[in-house]
Structure formats: C-alpha cells, structure tokens
T-cell receptor, first 117, second 115 residues
C-alpha cells in the first residue's frame, strides 16, 4: 500500500546548525503523488509548510526546502540554519491528485524537532 | 481570523459517558476530516466527509461516530467513551484545486482525557 516514512524523533539540534529530516514514500497506487510538509507548533494546529506537486521540483518556505525526488522516492526537509522558533513537530504527507474530489492525505508519523539556544 | 475552529479545546470525560467534539469551518470546503494524534502513531484518520449529510469511515473508526449536518459543521461523537480514547483530536477541512493539488487546513485541536 501507500505509505510515508520519516525520521524518528526527537531530533535535537543547536541554534544555527543545519537540519535534515528524511522522508521517503511508497506510492504503489499513485502515479504522480503530491508531496507536502506540514508543521505543528506548540499549542497550535497543523499548518502547511511547503508543497511540491511535480517531480524534480523544489518547494521552499520560511528557510526550509524540500525536493521531490521520484527516483529515490524521497522528499527530505532541509534548513541551513535553524532557529529556536523552529521547534515543532514536522509531518511529511502525500496525496493522490487523481482521486475525484477527495483531498485525503497519507501521513508520516511526525518528527519532533527541538532546537536548543 | 481562524478558518477552522474546534470546541471544546479541552475536555475531561468519564468512562462510559458520551462526548461530542465539534468543528466549524468557514473555508467553504466540501471535505472535512477528524484525526487523532498519539505519540508514536502520528495522525490517524477517524472519519471524513465529502459534504453535508455525508460521513465516511477512516482508518480507525471503531468507537466513533461522525455527523455532518451542514457544509460548515462536522462533529465527532464518542457514545461510550473509554480511556483508550484519551488523545488529541484534530479537525481539518480540505480542498483540491484545478491542478489536483490537495491541501488540508487544521483546527487547533481538542485535548480529550477519559478517566
């Protein structure tokens, strides 16, 4: 079936260090999945961080980047220099663009990021 | 202004009691979702809806019912709450654009404790 696997947390880094959170997917029934990173800050609901719907393209937001790699079925999240305010839980997700009006997503387990000052 | 709101934000219930979690969206989205989030499980889909009057079972529907009386409102009902249903519950509304890209918009969550 279709699934998303991401780095198991918590991931702890110091402020100004670089970050990578791995995300790989299996989309056996979806030819060209859409890929997403969502983030949940403490006390808030999830919100979209970035999205990419075309293989080979890169999405970016708030200093984070992720490239949709169809060959390696990966969508790793990277940031060159993290800040304490980036502490949150990050979710990788994929969607099927060909399922009628359904916007149902397949979610990874989430990766908790702790950035120390 | 928040487009997806949930009430209550916190709830303590007793085992065997009935609990209703409410969700309201002003996005005018057809699709709405109820998830629960537990450590080690990520987001798990309980029920979803394609529009008013429609409810569909998600991945873990047992012990839960859903109701979608209108485009804006989607409720999750625990008829006989159990301690295993202690969790954080998220409601979301969803949309697909002309290119097929889908996005979900989340409420702030409801923390439910069943004693």
């Amino acid at each position: 079936g279709d699934s998303v696997t991401q780095t198991e947390g918590p991931v702890t880094v110091s402020e100004s260090e670089s970050l990578i959170i791995n995300c790989t997917y299996s989309a056996t029934s979806i030819a060209y999945p859409n890929l997403f990173w969502y983030v949940r800050y403490p006390g808030e609901g999830l919100q979209l961080l970035l999205k990419v719907i075309t293989a080979g393209q890169k999405g970016s937001s708030r200093g984070f980047e992720a490239t949709y790699n169809k060959e390696t079925t990966s969508f790793h999240l990277q940031k060159a220099s993290v800040q304490e305010s980036d502490s949150a839980v990050y979710y990788c997700a994929l969607g099927d663009p060909n399922v009628g009006d359904n916007s149902k997503l397949i979610w990874g387990l989430g990766t908790s990021l702790v950035v120390n000052p | 202004e928040a487009a997806v709101t949930q009430s209550p934000r916190n709830k303590v219930a007793v085992t065997g009691g009935k609990v209703t979690l409410s969700c309201n969206q002003t996005n005018n989205h057809n699709n709405m979702y109820w998830y629960r989030q537990d450590t080690g499980h990520g987001l798990r889909l309980i029920h979803y809806s394609y529009g008013a009057g429609s409810t569909e079972k998600g991945d873990i529907p047992d012990g839960y019912k859903a109701s979608r009386p209108s485009q804006e409102n989607f409720s999750l009902i625990l008829e006989l709450a159990t301690p295993s249903q202690t969790s954080v519950y998220f409601c979301a509304s969803g949309v697909r654009d002309w290119g097929g890209y889908a996005e979900q918009f989340f409420g702030p969550g409801t923390r439910l404790t069943v004693l």
